[in-house]
């Protein structure tokens, strides 16, 4: 049984452009959640996806959007890159929004 | 607003100690509490998580406690092995925080043999 899964592992791109991100849940899993982690950060929750829907959200600007497929897959979009969005992103996947949550190996992002 | 504090920042201890870290939140209206392990550059592995109503789960050499009413939880490992070696991370899923995670900074520890 797979866990969770992200791609890619490493990006590297300038500031101003566009990124996406993408997570694939663990096997039974419907619900995903998205976080930033900065160097030496805990975790900070951006968003949540629940039957293709953003249930909830943290306190991100538009520019971090987002998208769940049928397959309950997901994508993290982010727009018009900061050199301050450098940071590791991680992917959590849960049967439900209370149980426990999954995290996948994470992408790491350098804006230059 | 529900904040997270991890108690101490970094930890060094000779292999074969008994441990305890720290974690303290603000808002005693939770869910539940999940203690995760992150190594260097890598994504979270759960260790324990205690729904509100319990008081403590094991896993092994892990021991987690939760006291709801004073906001506190400790992770407790035995016999510390250099393995061991990562940072600890506690999280909680928060009444007023809905569905969101929220973190403490972290305990990094590390494990001389």
């Known amino acids: 049984d797979a866990g969770v899964t992200q791609s890619p592992t490493h990006l590297i791109k300038t500031r101003g452009q566009q990124v996406t991100l993408r997570c694939s849940p663990k096997?039974?899993?419907?619900?995903v959640s998205w976080y930033q982690q900065a160097l030496g950060q805990g975790p900070q929750f951006i968003f949540q996806y629940y039957e293709e829907e953003e249930r909830q959200r943290g306190n991100f600007p538009d520019r971090f959007s987002g998208h769940q497929f049928p397959n309950y897959s997901s994508e993290l979009n982010v727009n018009a890159l900061l050199l301050g969005d450098s940071a590791l992103y991680l992917c959590?996947?849960?049967?439900?929004?209370?149980?426990?949550?999954?995290f996948g190996p994470g992408t790491r992002l350098t804006v230059l | 607003k529900q904040e997270v504090t991890q108690i101490p920042a970094a930890l060094s201890v000779p292999e074969g100690e008994n441990l305890v870290l720290n974690c303290s939140f603000t808002?005693?209206?939770?869910?539940?509490l999940q203690w995760f392990r992150q190594d260097p550059g890598k994504g979270l592995t759960s260790l324990l998580l205690i729904q509100s109503s319990q008081r403590e789960q094991t896993s092994g050499r892990l021991n987690a406690s939760l006291d709801k009413s004073s906001g506190r939880s400790t992770l407790y490992i035995a016999a510390s092995q250099p393995g061991d070696s990562a940072t600890y991370l506690c999280a909680v899923l928060s009444n007023q925080a809905g569905t969101a995670l929220i973190f403490g900074k972290g305990t990094t520890l590390s494990v001389s043999s």
């Open positions: 808002d005693s209206a939770i869910y539940n």
């Open positions: 096997s039974g899993h419907d619900t």
């Open positions: 959590a996947s849960s049967h439900g929004a209370t149980d426990t949550q999954y």
